[in-house]
């Protein structure tokens, strides 16, 4: 038995010794990053990783003189990581004049191949609107009708969830009557939101209907009417403006982040 228990011990001691090295040849093994891995829950742990899509409101960048750093973006970017003491990435997908039945053919290069924990969604005004971009001019419908509009953000939605993404869906904000369009009959017979309205409403539908959070940032601006002077083209948000929608996603993304984040575990003593 003193054999057998020495044997024992050198065989620990020998294989103590080996950990930490690898043989000549070998390739010593790296420490996964959890970042560059697909696991959501063990990177939510380390760093947070948002997508803003949308259209030239969510890239907001020399309209209405927005600076990057004024938008909303990354406003939202710079606090959640103080508040939260972690990195949080927070990556634009927004096109100017977008729609979202073009977003979705975008969706896997400019959302899903950054593999977010959470995406959120602005649309709506673009396609309540007669503009035509292809065109430089108006016609006298909306660019999408509401039910391929609604359509298209329940596709969105369900691809989005399907890759286990929490979804955060955003309306847009109000026109103003300094935009360049107002003197279209339908706008002057109906106010300048009597569609853009609609479309809000669309979006808190899916968002009901899909139980996925929703910012309600049309209610944020149409509220409180000293906002509106805000969007000095009538369409876009200034600085001021940004820092209205960022306040709101600030608080809304530091909730659903403290949901994600796995439980501490307790201390022997409690």
């Keep these: 038995m003193k054999i057998f228990f020495a044997l024992a011990v050198v065989l620990s001691i020998v294989t103590i010794a080996g950990q930490g090295r690898t043989d000549a040849g070998e390739e010593p093994q790296t420490r996964r990053d959890p970042a560059a891995s697909g696991d959501r ?10 997508v803003a899509m949308g259209d030239s409101i969510t890239n907001g960048v020399r309209l209405a003189k927005v600076k990057e750093e004024e938008t909303f973006r990354e406003i939202t970017r710079r606090e959640l990581t103080a508040k939260l003491g972690r990195t949080v990435e927070v990556f634009n997908a927004g096109v100017n004049g977008d729609i979202v039945t073009l977003a979705l053919q975008r969706l896997q290069q400019d959302v899903l191949d950054r593999r977010p924990d959470i995406v959120t969604v602005m649309f709506g005004g673009n396609e309540a609107g007669f503009y035509r971009p292809e065109t430089n001019g108006f016609a006298d ?16 939605v369900d691809r989005l969830r399907a890759t ?18 107002m003197h279209l009959e339908a706008y002057r017979q109906h106010g300048i939101n009597f569609l853009v309205r609609d479309y809000a409403q669309t979006m808190r539908d899916v968002a009901a209907e899909k139980q996925v959070e929703l910012i309600d940032v049309y209610r ?11 969007f ?39």
């Design 141 to 156: 419908t909306p660019r999408v009708e509401r039910e391929p509009f609604k359509a298209a953000l329940r596709t969105l």
């Design 232 to 270: 000095p083209d009538g369409l876009h948000p200034d600085a001021r403006g940004h820092r209205v929608i960022a306040d709101l996603l600030v608080a809304k993304l530091t909730r659903i982040i403290g949901q994600k984040e796995p439980p501490q575990p307790r201390s022997i003593t409690e």
């Design 41 to 50: 829950s063990v990177r939510m742990a380390e760093a947070v990783r948002i």
């Design 164 to 181: 286990g993404i929490a979804v955060v869906l955003m309306t847009c904000p109000p026109m103003t009557e300094r935009y360049g369009g």
């Design 220 to 230: 944020a601006f149409d509220g409180d009417r000293a906002r509106l002077d805000y």
